[in-house]
């Protein structure tokens, strides 16, 4: 008897491995399966029950008061003590006029009084706008003024009441007020103050708004990476489904997860102290990221769960090695954006028992993926199987018209295996809808969703982004659409381009992207880089290396050599204004331009003289 049982055993486990080897991406989809239907439980209790986020916090204040919710310097502030301040500020706002369906905007770094603000804010039914503390003048009055806010509470640095002095007649124009956290600004009493002189308790019953999930909690800015911000709504139920990212992660409940990036996006905010909140776990929170102090922080609060997105894993990696690389508790890093390279060059590092969950999703996109088998570069799987049940299709694109390719019918066309397609996400009747809108103007949001795709009736949601599913459904990021280029009769893609000249040595940072150029079709490739010493490449090396590992048409026509490449407020790379710019020497005066020189096979200094040639199509590529 026990023979057999051994048998069948050992019968079961070759049958799985054999299957794995026969399809690999069966592991994947299945917990993603198994997963998902934890997840869709949750969520739908939560639901039912109207749990929105203040009352998880009403929740866990009660059952766990004293477990720590956030850690913050050398501050702990417990469920209890959360919840007590919550209810203050939410008293402080109700004071002040703010009832349901008032919009407020928030700017300030993070720490504790970031969550009490937003929490609260939940708490009446109002909505929360979610302002990039980065913003200045025109860019802070257009974060502001789309969102139609009533009031604009500023942190206490000074920047803060230095970029609201700056824009001061338009608030006042606009009878926007403002109110400074933690100081007294003309003549109005800081927030601080007035919470600190309100009741701890429970709001009374006649001041708890009717929420529904449908409603939205609060207005997230999309990252600005290839043009201007838009404020996403995002609803209880974007909120509710993005924080289950919990149960994919796999959190446990003493888990202490480590959050640096800014609440005022999605990671942040979502992914970061909601996801907390959610699950009921502690996160530990730093002002602004720091790759110098990454590992310090990990290390000073115990940190098991560390969050990541664009770049912040390689400006970690980037850091001097010590002996101390290995002495940390982190078990799962999770995020978006981990570039090959770096993901492994951060498993050799620091160990490779990290668990690393790359995702992809957007802040109002419906259509995500996950990787759940550490396979390095994939964000996940997506077989027939998945395809079908989560309703994402790839489809090619048109690079003349810039849109999704159509056929003589109108219908739009998937591509194969191993072809990038641009990916859309059905948006079904039934079930919870996980794209949202923007705010402002409704033709933003109609202009992301496609119509009679495959066929007549049907919609799906533009996700902006090119990926590609190998033969074993593997998906991978290829770029975005406003990224990717056409040169000589080719689509460049930015980010394959990148990933190879990141592994030349002496190279920091990449960030590729198209020109024009007078009098040629499609867009020259060029590239910014930050190299480890300004003054020190090897041209005529570094043309020969690109020749060697890039397509003849990938090679970049122009180098641009600059001491730093500008990032939005989550690290991505920004080329709206490397674009502009292009190879217009005028505009461009601290960093050396370099143009591919075929003949001499190096690249040799840009000039004026060059630009006269390209204007009076003298000079050809």
């Given amino acids: 008897m026990l023979l057999t049982v051994i048998s069948v055993f050992c019968l079961f486990v070759l049958g799985w491995q054999l299957l794995k080897y026969v399809l690999p991406w069966l592991p994947n989809e299945l917990k993603y399966l198994r997963l998902s239907t934890t997840m869709m439980k949750k969520f739908q209790n939560m639901k039912k029950n109207n749990v929105t986020f203040p009352e998880r916090l009403l929740q866990l204040s009660k059952s766990h008061p004293d477990k720590p919710y956030i850690l913050f310097m050398d501050e702990s502030w417990t469920y209890g003590k959360m919840n007590r301040r919550v209810n203050q500020t939410a008293r402080a706002f109700h004071k002040h006029g703010i009832r349901q369906g008032d919009r407020i905007a928030l700017m300030m770094y993070n720490e504790p009084a970031y969550v009490a603000i937003l929490l609260a804010s939940m708490k009446l039914g109002a909505e929360i706008a979610l302002i990039n503390y980065n913003n200045r003048l ?21 920047a803060f009441s230095e970029a609201v002095k700056g824009i001061k007649d338009w608030l006042q124009e606009m009878d926007v007020s403002v109110i400074c956290y933690t100081k007294e600004i003309d003549n109005q009493q800081s927030l601080l103050s007035i919470i600190d002189e309100q009741p701890s308790t429970e709001l009374e019953s006649e001041w708890k708004p009717d929420v529904k999930f449908s409603n939205t909690a609060c207005l997230i800015f999309t990252s600005g990476t290839t043009g201007p911000s838009k404020a996403v709504k995002m609803t209880y139920t974007k909120l509710f489904l993005g924080s289950q990212i919990s149960v994919f992660v796999e959190l446990r409940l003493d888990d202490i997860m480590y959050c640096s990036l800014p609440l005022y996006h ?42 990541y997105i664009g770049e912040t894993m ?12 290995r002495d940390h508790k982190i078990r799962i890093a999770f995020g978006n954006g981990l570039r090959p390279d770096v993901w492994k060059t951060f498993l050799e590092r620091f160990g490779s028992q990290i668990r690393i969950v790359e995702f992809y999703a957007a802040t109002e996109s419906n259509v995500s993926c996950i990787n759940l088998c550490n396979r390095i570069g994939s964000i996940g799987t997506c077989s027939p199987i ?43 009747s039934s079930g919870p809808s996980g794209h949202c809108a923007y705010a402002g103007d409704a033709k933003l949001t109609q202009k992301k969703i496609l119509h009679n795709v495959f066929k007549e009736g049907d919609s799906y949601y533009n996700s902006g982004d090119l990926l590609m599913r190998d033969s074993n459904y593997f998906v991978y990021f290829c770029d975005r659409v ?29 960030n590729v992207y198209g020109v024009k150029i007078p009098g ?70 601290e960093d050396p331009l370099f143009v591919a020189d075929k003949p001499s096979g190096t690249y040799v200094p840009f000039t004026q003289n060059m630009l006269a040639r390209i204007a009076s199509n003298d000079m050809k590529f």
Wanted: aromatic residues 10%; charged residues 25%.
């Fill in 386 to 428: 998945l395809k079908a049940l989560t309703g994402c299709s790839f489809v090619k694109y048109d690079w003349e018209k810039e849109e999704p390719y159509r056929t003589e019918s109108g219908r739009c066309v998937e591509v194969g295996l191993n072809e990038p397609g641009l990916a859309i996400g059905q948006i079904r």
């Fill in 266 to 307: 999605t990671a942040g905010c979502m992914a970061g102290v909601l996801t907390a909140l959610n699950f009921g776990v502690t996160i530990a929170m730093r002002r602004q990221f720091s790759a110098s102090n990454f590992l310090a922080d990990c290390r000073k609060y115990n940190v098991t769960v560390i969050q």
């Fill in 482 to 510: 406003g990224d990717t280029f056409r040169w000589k009769g080719e689509n460049v893609s930015t980010v394959d381009v990148g990933d190879v000249i990141l592994l030349y040595p002496g190279v920091k940072e990449a």
């Fill in 314 to 325: 390689r400006y970690i990696c980037n850091q001097p090695p010590t002996t101390r690389d």
């Fill in 520 to 589: 040629n079709e499609g867009r020259a490739g060029m590239v910014a880089l930050v190299l480890d010493d300004f003054d020190d490449l090897n041209f005529k090396d570094f043309y020969f290396y690109c020749l060697k590992y890039l397509p003849k048409y990938a090679v970049p026509i122009f180098l641009r050599i600059t001491k730093y490449l500008e990032v939005t407020g989550t690290s991505k790379q920004i080329k709206v204004k490397l674009k502009s710019e292009g190879i217009d020497l005028d505009r461009i005066k």
């Fill in 138 to 158: 025109k860019a802070l009055i257009y974060s502001i003024s789309i969102v139609n806010a009533k009031l604009l509470i500023i942190g206490g640095d000074d």
